[in-house]
């Protein structure tokens, strides 16, 4: 604790701090000044007490008004009154500004030392309850921020055209009502070693901006990645503002910490899904050109098709090379080809054809070679390369062809002609429909889509539906309808929920869709549902 002891007569301030050295209190320093004056200018000049104990009477500045400058910029500084008897009405206009404690003179040691060690408790008291409230203020604040990113997720990555909804997130969110978007993707090559922490605060509190004109969120385009989203309603100026920006940060990130960066930056769109994608694919843009650069978003106007054809008769042929190929030359194959598409011709067809499409063709190519083979392969691919997340971790074409390579030797290791190998139909493998077929029924009365399913699981949505139906001989949303409306059917037996509520409680985005989803399936309406369940034997 910091002590000022403030007062003009030299003796009676030297026998203060002479009975506070004595005192069981520990003191991290007791400094002394002559008036009111000397003690503002030394608080002033960065010497901050945590108590002061100050006289009334004094020249040029007394104590009453010590405590008032004081207590106007530092109102955290307590204060103990030490005067006579005839000045105790001072000591009353000191209580107005918040003195709680009062030592008569002649000060007596058992009376000062009573009153400050009150003071040391009531410090520490306040203090951890200062420590407390800013505890509780950052985790409400990192709580708002999590829901107000779970909605811009939700936005970004929904496909869905649902204005409720967008309306309602709009309400909650600032930076959802703007008239017009733009993104920026951003990845920073570390090297080897981590980005470090200190990086993503510092930009947190450069971005962040919670009237809604700018906003940071972090791994949308896997480690070491985040995204700007900037909103405005003049694009012209939004378009202006984010190029500068980019350079900006690019400059300083580079200056400051010693990292490359590359940046995607969308069109200003209306749309902030449209802006986000857009980014995404700008950030790309990178395996065709290099890293440590500034991608904007380029829309293809003119194809002549020519590269994607070429590369979709490379794919052809490589599969019917594998016809008949031996497990080692087939492996030797699909190689060559990675390294030909994805190092040779990529920049051919750069403005043609995606690289995502291209990296699932390849995948594609693989899972085809297997179901014609019976090779198991659905635990042995990343789940990350079959959704094509992998792609955001990477940093160029070589670590494409290298994660491909890792793929391939994964998949046959344990392959017919290899110790070790089994026989198996992968389309029939259940392991991975297992798990999500108990997701679903787990979480059957949330709003549950083969997009949501697809993101909790890390598997491609277009794979999974053709797995998964393979596997339980009925699609995706005709088997979470079907289990929906079965709990439907049990909680209208039951009588004591109403039916909208039951509707909102299985995730139905209202009661007329849930209306004609169950009338649909059913072949009556709920309402007839629950008449015929009461008027049944079973509920007689």
Known sequence: MKVMVVDDEELSKDKIVYFLHGSSVSFESVLTAGNGREALDLIKGGVIPDLILTDIRMPVMNGL???????????????????????????V??????????????????????????????????????????????????????????????????RRDDEIEKKDAERENAILRHGSYLIASVKLHAGERPVDGEVYRELRNRFDDETGHGWMMENYFGKATFILIFGGEDENQLADAASKEAHRLRASLGDRHGLAVTIGISRPCGDPRTAYRQAAMALKNRFCFGTDRIFPYAANEARSNSASQSLALKFKLAEQSLENKSLAKAIDLLRHTAEDVFVHSLAECREEISIDY????????????????????????????????????LEDRGAIVKSIETMIERVFRSAPGSEGGTLRNAALHSSVIDQIIGYVSRNIEEEINLQTVSDKFSINPSYLSRVFKAATSQSFVKYVTGLKIDKAKELLGNGALEIADIAHGLGFSDQQYFNRVFKKTTGTTPSEWRNKSKKSPKNA
């Open 65 to 91: 008004e010590l405590i008032e400058a004081v207590k106007e910029e530092y109102p955290d500084i307590r204060f103990i009154v030490t005067s006579g008897y005839a000045d105790f009405d001072y000591a």
């Open 93 to 158: 206009k000191a209580m107005k500004h918040g003195v709680t404690d009062y030592v008569l003179k002649p000060v007596k040691a058992q009376d000062l030392i009573s009153v400050v060690e009150a003071m040391r408790d009531a410090i520490a008291a306040a203090g951890q309850a200062k420590e407390e409230s800013i505890r509780i203020e950052t985790v409400s604040r990192e709580n708002r921020r999590m829901a107000m990113e779970k909605e811009i997720y939700h936005l970004l990555t929904d």
């Open 358 to 393: 291209l990296f699932n063709e390849y995948v594609n190519l693989v899972i085809r070679f297997c179901l014609k083979n019976g090779y198991d392969f659905v635990d042995r691919i990343d789940p990350d390369v079959l959704s094509g997340r992998a792609l955001d971790e």
